[in-house]
């Protein structure tokens, strides 16, 4: 097992306590972030027997994608303890993974291996835009280092869930509907699922008067989503999501821009979660993803 960085590279005595001072949402949007990739390791056993008689599949999950997913959880999570000093991690990593584990079962798999590893590109997809977002947002030099490393890792396991993809379809001859129905649905799962959970469980930990009020507690969160929402650029994450359809530059402004819309409406949640005045438009296709 080699990793392409370790904490061994970054400076965390450098970074400043901000107890009170700091910018409160962004630092619980990276503890919430710390929390879903150390949870990464329910996700890879399950994948791991999924994909068991694919050798090459099966040890690169075990061998890089688990080791490095684990990675970025120690890093966020070690940031997060030099930021919120008072912050116990380690109790909040506990409640969160009690519910969530719950959502990491054999059967939340696709049932195909080219349909699982869409769903993967999906994944891989919105932790690249979360990360590329968190580093536009972020001013704390420790935090961009951190948060830049883990995009590049994001974007590059992208690349190998779709080259397995396409391996995949070469046997499987998907319709481009089915993978575009595929796509969509695993957006809007990603959306429903794991932010919200993770964040939940740090606004308990962090803000016990805040989190014990549903209402309160759903407030804190949307203002964050929508900090994300306004930094997000969707134009990237729209050409990574298009990618395994393989839409010709001839067919790509007929099928591929109303996809882009849908994608773009799908990452944004549900209206009342969007930013006022702020309307899905198709992303730009003027670079490569
Ligand atoms: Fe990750
Ligand atoms: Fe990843």
Redesign the pocket.
């Known amino acids: 097992m080699s990793l392409p960085w370790t904490l061994d590279d970054l400076n965390f005595a450098a970074v400043p306590a901000a107890e009170g001072t700091a910018d409160e949402r962004l630092v619980g949007m990276i503890a919430a972030a710390s929390l879903v990739?150390s949870a990464?390791d329910l996700y890879t056993a399950n994948l791991v027997r999924y994909f068991a008689a694919d050798s090459e599949v099966e040890t690169w999950l075990r061998e890089h994608w688990e080791p490095?997913?684990l990675q970025?959880?120690r890093a966020l999570r070690t940031w997060v303890e030099y930021a919120w000093p008072g912050f116990d991690w380690d109790l909040t990593f506990k409640g969160f993974l009690a519910e969530y584990s719950l959502l990491c079962r054999m059967d939340a798999l696709r049932p195909t291996p080219a349909l699982e590893m869409v769903a993967r590109c999906v994944i891989e997809t919105g932790?690249a835009t979360l990360y590329q977002t968190l580093l536009d947002l972020a001013h704390e030099p420790v935090l961009r280092e951190i948060v830049r490393r883990?995009h590049d890792?994001?974007v590059r396991?992208f690349k190998y869930f779709l080259r397995f993809f396409r391996r995949y379809q070469n046997v499987e001859h998907l319709s481009r509907w089915s993978i575009a129905q595929a796509l969509l649905a695993r957006v809007r799962e990603v959306q429903s699922e794991d932010a919200d959970c993770a964040m939940r469980h740090v606004v308990r930990q962090r803000a016990p008067a805040i989190g014990a009020d549903p209402e309160h507690a759903d407030e804190w969160i949307l203002a964050a989503s929508r900090q994300l929402q306004q930094a997000c650029s969707y134009d990237q994450a729209a050409r990574m999501l298009l990618t395994p359809l393989g839409l010709s530059p001839r067919v790509r402004p007929w099928i591929g821009v109303p996809l882009a819309v849908g994608a773009r409406l799908v990452m944004q949640g549900p209206p009342w979660r969007r930013v006022p005045g702020d309307s899905p438009r198709a992303g730009r296709w003027g670079r490569a993803a």
């Open positions: 990739e990464s490095e997913e970025h959880g932790t883990i890792d994001e396991h």
